[in-house]
């Protein structure tokens, strides 16, 4: 059995559809590219796989990762190389889902959503941005606690914050902790700058793990 991690891109029409169905997606592209698939034990088994935090709706990621577990014969050398396989993959795949990069993995190490610490966000927001964008990131990255409601539970966004870098006068690049106990979203960010979260495109552009990860 052999784990491999998948980096791929969410764009297009693959926007759109859920976490789950994301994972029905990459179930039925790795059927069509003909990759023995691990299942789950059990009286319903599924397709061994770990995901990376999901995407909300509308929002493009860049660098999304997802683990599957294949049951490769590595005995008899009939593992194909991850860029044959990168290859096989991307040519099943619908559009709006690209795989970008492929490595091995030991099979029975950290699962994925454990070894995420950090994700970075590029905000773009539409129409007309306020023109002191600059000067309210800088006020917010001052303040020593951002106080707020997430699902009726109040938390602090600040600590949440790791950096925000404008990059135009319409946008800004930000990393915010991604982990199970502390998970920043830029819309709620974009929302304390006092920018209306609807209006702005959000890609998720890489994961950052742990070290040694």
Excluded at 12 to 19: C, D, K, Q
Excluded at 39 to 46: A, D, E, L, S
Excluded at 135 to 156: F, G, N, S, V, W
């Amino acid at each position: 059995m052999i784990r491999y991690r998948i980096t791929f891109s969410k764009f297009g029409p693959l926007r759109y559809i859920s976490h789950l169905e994301l994972q029905r997606v990459w179930s039925r592209v790795l059927l069509r590219a003909k990759i023995p698939l691990t299942y789950t034990q059990g009286f319903h088994p599924t397709i061994k796989m770990g995901v990376a935090w999901p995407l909300p709706l509308g929002w493009t990621g860049e660098a999304e990762l997802i683990d599957f577990w294949f049951e490769y014969p590595t005995e008899r050398g009939e593992n194909p190389l991850p860029e044959e396989l990168q290859d096989r993959i991307d040519r099943a795949a619908p559009d709006g889902l690209r795989a970008t990069g492929l490595r091995t993995l030991e099979p029975y190490g950290h699962a994925l959503t454990t070894v995420i610490d950090t994700a970075d966000y590029l905000v773009e927001i539409d129409g007309d941005a306020p023109s002191d964008l600059s000067a309210r990131i800088e006020e917010l990255l001052a303040r020593p606690t951002i106080e707020r409601m997430r699902r009726k539970r109040a938390y602090d966004l600040r600590p949440l914050i790791e950096t925000i870098e404008p990059t135009g006068p319409a946008s800004f690049r930000t990393r915010m902790a991604a982990r199970d106990s502390a998970m920043g979203r830029p819309d709620e960010l974009l929302d304390e700058l006092r920018v209306r979260p609807g209006n702005a495109a959000y890609t998720r552009l890489k994961f950052n793990l742990l070290p040694g990860e």
